[in-house]
């Protein structure tokens, strides 16, 4: 799938002194009103949490947010849709289903990650900072 819209990131590894890397993505939606980019650094690890803050212009209430890896699977499982339009916001996303015995499972990721927001109207910003260990 092409890259639309604006995406610029920022990025830091886990390490011996920070246990936890992020990922922030800063976005600029297209026409189309989406933004989406492939991120071009391999990258592993175990969801954390998802930080999002609307820019301004704001997005169109309830845009959606989904990073998904190299099996096309949201990593996020589905935490990232419906953010605010004006407030920022914080999600813990977590796996669920029938596999899952013990209730809440982590989420483990690798490879090259693909950023997509949907819904958010056309030329509006946005960040979003997916953080991991």
Aim: hydrophobic fraction near 35%; glycine fraction near 10%; charged fraction near 15%.
């Amino acid at each position: 799938m092409a890259d639309t819209g604006t995406v610029s990131t920022e990025w830091s590894r886990p390490g011996t002194s920070n246990r936890v890397g992020f990922i922030e993505f800063n976005w600029t939606s297209s026409a189309t009103q989406t933004a989406q980019l492939t991120f071009n650094q391999y990258v592993s690890g175990t969801v954390g949490r998802l930080a999002t803050d609307p820019g301004s212009p704001a997005p169109t209430a309830d845009y959606d947010i989904y990073i998904y890896d190299e099996d096309g699977w949201d990593i996020l499982n589905g935490a990232g849709v419906d953010r605010h339009t004006s407030t920022s916001e914080q999600v813990y996303p977590v796996a669920t289903g029938a596999v899952a015995t013990t209730g809440l499972v982590q989420i483990d990721f690798a490879g090259l990650l693909r950023f997509v927001v949907q819904a958010a109207g056309t030329a509006k910003l946005g960040k979003a900072r997916l953080y991991y260990h």
